[in-house]
């Protein structure tokens, strides 16, 4: 059973993306013209996974935001994936009003609660617009399939939401509704009914019984998601383990600063939907200079499509360099295979006759210019890497990150002691942001909690460092107190 999560999210939006139509991609529908109308968080989930070049393979001419205000394009049928939500409904029904495009197919990335339907019927009866409705999915997409076996729900203030001893009971639901949402999607595309495990107490709890509950609701129908397709038979003798834990299960995880690459270009470089945007250093230049194309930003895609990136994502970064240079020694080498054999008849190639010389020095010119496209994009790849290794070497240099990630490190086996700790707070390197998560590491990797006098130094020496606000520190010493976090330490012997 494959479970790549990335594929088949793909799969689906292809399919989507061709009316879901059983002809083959590329061909009939891919010949249709097309325009894709997406809300942010739906751009987000196809951004990762469809380039611009692949969305013009399947007759997507033009992709626009829901929410800006958009031409009509009459004679062209529109694509809608969007979020079922009332505002984006209501943004619908007046396209269909004012007739923007020739007909409008409709891919909801969740299952539309029966309200939020209602409102569209209605809306499209009153606007006299229904025939501009071609067709209405539920395509349980809600969520970003980053590589094969990652993927991300897009809701970056979640643990925020569920955390906050503000926070009202309504919008806690409304939170886990859309955690719950993103879990059955990835269900629902890979096809498969899992086994759910979570600890008791907390929002994984929560979380679970209310998936528990949605997947026992939809199996109670005879025809149901699980029971359509190649994939019935899988859902039913196969079910993976669906693991869900809370956040502060181990909460230095997301705090600690990393020394691999991948972690590292996301940390440090900023990557989002397998994308990084570097920007280019202009000091000491003419405000002009930033105008020139060699110093404008330049994006890079990092993606599985990438055979450094897989191969070399987890390596340290010391060993990227390495890696980096020995793949150029390679690329170096076969393009010096290449021109040695179309160079020409030289020794032994000079006693040969003219006809085999001639067939010989064909093959060789047909081989060459067969392996150069492949070459070069493996140059391109190259040169990819070696600027982002570059920029992550100047980070790294300029903030420390090296003795960050060590210190962090001993902290977390005990080899580290306070002394370490305030030297490295009362340097000159790193951010006030590395400072304050060195501090949050500092509290979780203790065997207790700390005390009022051990809390207030470290909150004293992280002020002084200059980060202005400290409260973190309070909330992290809280849990710890209360015990809803365990000390990040691994046990004796583990």
């Not at 800006?68 to 394009?73: D, H, K, N, V, Y």
């Not at 580290?416 to 305030?422: C, E, S, V």
Request: proline share 5%.
């Amino acid at each position: 059973m494959s479970l790549n999560i990335r594929q088949k999210q793909a799969d689906a939006l292809l399919r989507m993306l061709n009316l879901h139509s059983s002809a083959t991609a590329g061909r009939d529908q891919g010949e249709l013209y097309k325009v894709l109308v997406l809300d942010r968080h739906c751009k987000d989930i196809i951004a990762p996974l469809l380039r611009v070049s692949e969305l013009r393979a399947q007759g997507i001419t033009l992709h626009l935001l829901l929410e800006q205000e958009r031409q009509a394009i009459p004679d062209v049928p529109a694509i809608y994936f969007v979020h079922p939500t009332p505002e984006n409904l209501e943004r619908i029904v007046q396209d269909a009003q004012q007739q923007l495009y020739d007909v409008m197919h409709i891919n909801f990335a969740t299952s539309v609660p029966s309200r939020l339907m209602e409102q569209l019927a209605s809306g499209v009866v009153k606007a006299n617009a229904v025939g501009r409705i071609a067709k209405l999915f539920d395509e349980y997409m809600s969520f970003i399939a980053l590589e094969s076996s990652c993927f991300s729900l897009g809701l970056p203030d979640s643990y925020l939401a569920l955390n906050d001893p503000t926070a009202k009971d309504t919008q806690i639901e409304a939170v886990v509704g859309q955690v719950v949402d993103g879990l059955f999607s990835v269900l629902v595309t890979l096809g498969v009914v899992p086994i759910i495990r979570c600890p008791k107490g907390g929002a994984a709890e929560h979380v679970a019984a209310a998936l528990e509950g949605k997947l026992r609701d939809h199996l109670k129908a005879r025809s149901n998601l699980f029971s359509e397709g190649a994939s019935a038979l899988a859902a039913t003798l196969s079910r993976p383990l669906l693991v869900l834990l809370d956040r502060n299960f181990d909460l230095s995880v997301m705090l600690q600063h990393c020394w691999s690459y991948k972690p590292l270009v996301q940390d440090v470089l900023g990557l989002k939907l397998n994308r990084v945007t570097l920007a280019p250093d202009t000091a000491g230049l003419p405000p002009a200079a930033s105008l020139m194309p060699q110093h404008q930003k330049k994006s890079y895609d990092v993606d599985d499509k990438d055979f450094f990136w897989e191969a070399a994502g987890a390596l340290p970064f010391p060993k990227v360099a390495e890696e980096v240079e020995s793949q150029l020694q390679k690329y170096k080498a076969a393009v010096d295979e290449i021109n040695s054999k179309t160079a020409g008849a030289e020794g032994d190639d000079a006693l040969l006759d003219h006809e085999e010389l001639l067939r010989r020095n064909t093959q060789n010119l047909m081989s060459a210019v067969s392996s150069l496209p492949e070459l070069q994009e493996k140059k391109k790849v190259l040169d990819k890497h070696t600027n982002l290794a570059t920029s992550l070497l100047g980070a790294i240099k300029a903030r420390g990150l090296d003795g960050l990630y060590n210190l962090e490190e001993d902290l977390l086996t005990g080899k580290a002691d306070t002394a370490g700790l305030m030297k490295l707070l009362q340097g000159a390197k790193g951010t006030t942001a590395d400072k304050l998560r060195l501090g949050l590491v500092q509290l979780l990797a203790a065997e207790s909690a700390p005390s009022e006098a051990e809390l207030q130094e470290l909150t004293g020496a992280l002020t002084a460092a200059g980060v202005p606000d400290t409260t973190a520190l309070t909330y992290v010493a809280r849990l710890r107190r209360n015990r809803l976090v365990g000390s990040a330490r691994p046990a004796p012997g583990a």
